[in-house]
């Protein structure tokens, strides 16, 4: 579900008119449906209603304290990666015990923040960061829980910038390892080391990659209390996929179908983290047509969006369907951008002084011209969080649509919130 759709040829954000909602904020500009992030939330949440897990949001999908607030309300926990994101989670008045802290390279300030918080598990994800966590804890005077990342050695089948479950990669320990780590500190009295913690990759477009992981990791938990180890924590990640070029994307259902025979009955208390399958249909990104050239034989349409705004195009070759806002007649067959036929093909392109600075190649979109409002649709997910101000650019506004109700959630920034922190 998501309620971006097309009436009398102009797109709408649900009651809302896109062409409209531009024009009062500029561009470019995150539109995002409160609708759909419910919607999608709800789904994923009854689809795995049967192991009563912890649903964890991914902040790092997308970080606005509104949309953050808006699904707590929905009745989501937070994950997080960054003493950041802590920050923006507590903000939106997340419960501390209702969320997990991840992260490669915590520092110690970071540890420090999150043990006086009370979060409710660290997922730690090295020897050394358990070691350092344990020690902090001490010197805090509370006991966390601590939950130890492993990689399962599954290929996600996902682009390697984002895959995160093999082995070679810089996230967690290896499963040979973990049965070690369990030994030599599940007794210590500073911390409780009961959980083990895998995340494959994003998107993960297979649900039997999971089966295969958790059947390995289950395999280690099944060890661990051979051991005397009280395992009794699993959080299964996220990584869940979204519409991109299609309906590509297995339901909450499907995964769910592969995922809760398997945890069933084990006597664990499971957590999960999603993040792309609940806010990335529920975005897009509009940006407005500055020129249109020819360059040879390749046609562009230059537009005031760029790689500071979207950079996945530049750093995965993601695709975004990239569609007019008003576009009369001409209205999109689907999602999947190579159903288009019909038009001449284009690169879409932002005004960054990089060749690299595309939003889309080769598509074919109806004829535009200077003032057109083009639409890229999956944008909710990593698109304004991973944002920048790379050639001084200010980064983006961002409106929450509610039914009719169209809330300014981000203001654009300004050149002086950009040189502000430079007047030392």
Not at 46 to 58: I, Q
């Amino acid at each position: 579900m998501d309620l971006f759709e097309y009436r009398n040829g102009a797109l709408c954000a649900e009651a809302a008119d896109v062409a409209r909602i531009a024009d009062d904020h500029g561009t470019p500009l995150y539109i995002y449906s409160a609708n759909t992030l419910r919607e999608h939330y709800r789904r994923f949440a009854a689809a795995f209603a049967e192991l009563r897990p912890l649903v964890c949001f991914s902040v790092k999908s997308c970080q606005n304290i509104h949309i953050l607030r808006l699904l707590r309300e929905a009745g989501s926990g937070f994950d997080v990666v960054s003493g950041g994101e802590l920050e923006r989670a507590l903000a939106a008045g997340a419960d501390p015990a209702r969320i997990v802290y991840a992260g490669v390279g915590k520092t110690d300030a970071e540890i420090r923040a999150a043990l006086k918080a009370g979060i409710h598990v660290f997922n730690v994800e090295s020897e050394s960061e358990l070691i350092e966590t344990a020690a902090l804890a001490g010197a805090v005077g509370v006991r966390p829980t601590l939950a130890l990342r492993v990689n399962p050695d599954v290929d996600a089948e996902t682009h390697e910038y984002t895959t995160t479950g093999r082995k070679e990669t810089k996230f967690g320990v290896d499963l040979e390892v973990a049965r070690d780590v369990f030994r030599r500190f599940a007794a210590d009295p500073r911390v409780s080391l009961s959980g083990l913690h895998l995340h494959l990759g994003s998107p993960v477009l297979s649900p039997q990659a999971y089966r295969v992981a958790l059947e390995r990791v289950l395999e280690l938990v099944d060890a661990l209390r051979r051991d005397g180890v009280a395992v009794d924590t699993l959080d299964a990640g996220g990584g869940f996929g979204a519409h991109y070029r299609g309906d590509e994307a297995p339901s909450a259902a499907r995964y769910a179908e592969v995922i809760v025979p398997l945890l069933r009955g084990r006597g664990l208390h499971v957590i999960l983290e999603p993040g792309r399958s609940i806010a990335a249909n529920a975005g897009i990104l509009v940006t407005r047509v500055l020129h249109v050239k020819m360059s040879g034989s390749k046609r562009f349409v230059i537009v005031d969006g760029s790689m500071t705004d979207l950079i996945r195009p530049a750093l995965y070759g993601a695709a975004h369907f990239a569609w007019p806002v008003q576009a009369g007649a001409h209205l999109p067959p689907s999602r999947d951008a190579d159903a288009v036929t019909g038009f001449e093909p284009c690169d879409i392109v932002g005004p960054v002084c990089e060749s690299g600075d595309f939003l889309a190649r080769d598509r074919r979109i109806p004829p535009v011209r200077r003032g057109d409002l083009i639409a890229l649709y999956t944008t909710g997910a990593y698109g304004m969080s991973m944002s920048s101000q790379y050639n001084s650019r200010p980064r983006a506004a961002e409106v929450l649509v509610d039914g009719s109700a169209v809330r300014l959630i981000r203001r654009r920034e300004t050149m002086d919130d950009l040189l502000a922190p430079e007047r030392v």
